[in-house]
């Protein structure tokens, strides 16, 4: 070929070149891998070894069955733990009184007494006090018993039992449907009771309950209390109670509308999450209808309390 005429077709000619370079090479790669693998002995291949392109001497013989790479840090904490309050490392799900089986919904059971001791008023007169409750079943439905009340020393008492069918609404809420029935001096009475329960912002506990009776009774119950920490084990707990009527009880003391109301400052010490000795002061009063009650049976209007008990729950 003459030298003008290479000139001539050299460009054509590298294009085709250049658009045959990579099946070419990618065929004789195939070809060398094919013959690479028909000379390997399966059997003697060892799968446990992993080379590396680093240094394939020294790791030629690595178990990685040996290697456990799921093995956790020795000081990480289990998912879900708290810090102890006590600097004793991780505190789990159990010394808050939530089990690990709650969150798959399973059943389940508490007893909580959040009020179990004495009072002593300034007129010298004790009282025993309580407030707790059960509850059995699952995060969203459960079967729920409360009760409050105290008994004086002199034989007089009040208190209530309730039943409800506690069923959660939101995260934070529940809805509860159920029964209540009165104790203590006097007629015993009974309602049908309907109510919620829950979390309101900055975390106060709130319940408000309504209650029906026969002859055209009713009634409504507001609760509100607040834990506020001072340390990790030291607690002050101030508690609002008050207590609505629609039409006057004689015979129970209880006048219609708002009939008395009741404040409670406790400080409690956790020894454990589930045993906190608790002291602290009660403010009651009466009024309308009831107060009147109260005075024509010679009882105070008000009274003040020194209160002393345990909070536990199981």
């Known amino acids: 070929m003459k030298p003008n005429s290479f000139q001539k077709h050299a460009p054509a000619l590298c294009a085709i070149a250049l658009a045959l370079a990579p099946p070419l090479a990618a065929a004789q790669a195939a070809q060398m891998d094919h013959a690479g693998m028909t000379g390997m002995d399966h059997g003697s291949m060892d799968h446990g070894q992993a080379p590396s392109p680093d240094s394939p001497e020294s790791h030629q013989g690595m178990d990685h069955a040996e290697a456990n790479h799921d093995a956790p840090a020795a000081d990480a904490p289990p998912v879900g733990s708290l810090p102890a309050s006590d600097g004793e490392g991780p505190r789990g799900y159990d010394s808050y009184g939530i089990h690990p ?3 798959d919904n399973a059943p389940t059971w508490q007893v909580l007494f959040d009020k179990f001791g004495g009072s002593r008023n300034r007129d010298g007169q004790n009282a025993l006090e309580w407030d707790g409750r059960f509850w059995f079943g699952t995060a969203t439905d459960r079967l729920l018993v409360k009760s409050e009340g105290e008994r004086e020393s002199g034989g007089g008492s009040d208190g209530k039992v309730e039943a409800f069918w506690s069923h959660a609404i939101s995260p934070f809420w529940d809805l509860q449907l159920g029964a209540r029935r009165d104790i203590g001096a006097g007629p015993k009475r009974n309602w049908a ?11 106060i506990e709130l319940t408000a309950t309504a209650y029906a009776g026969p002859s055209g009774r009713s009634a409504l119950a507001l609760k509100a ?7 990790q084990r030291l607690i002050f707990t101030p508690e609002l109670q008050a207590s609505v009527y629609g039409k006057n009880d004689p015979q129970r ?29 009660s403010f009651e009063r009466k009024f309308g209808q009831t107060a009147s009650y109260a005075s024509d049976a010679g009882e105070s209007r008000s009274q003040a309390a020194v209160i002393a008990g345990v909070r536990f729950w199981f």
Do not use: K, W
């Not at 209880?254 to 109301?261: C, D, E, T, V």
């Open 101 to 103: 089986h709650m969150m």
């Open 193 to 203: 009771a309907v109510g919620v329960e829950g979390l309101l912002p900055y975390n």
């Open 225 to 231: 209390e607040y834990d506020l920490l001072l340390t």
């Open 253 to 281: 003391g209880i006048g219609s509308g708002l009939s008395q109301g009741s404040l409670s400052l406790r400080l409690r010490y956790e020894v454990t999450r589930e045993f906190a000795p608790y002291v602290g002061v």
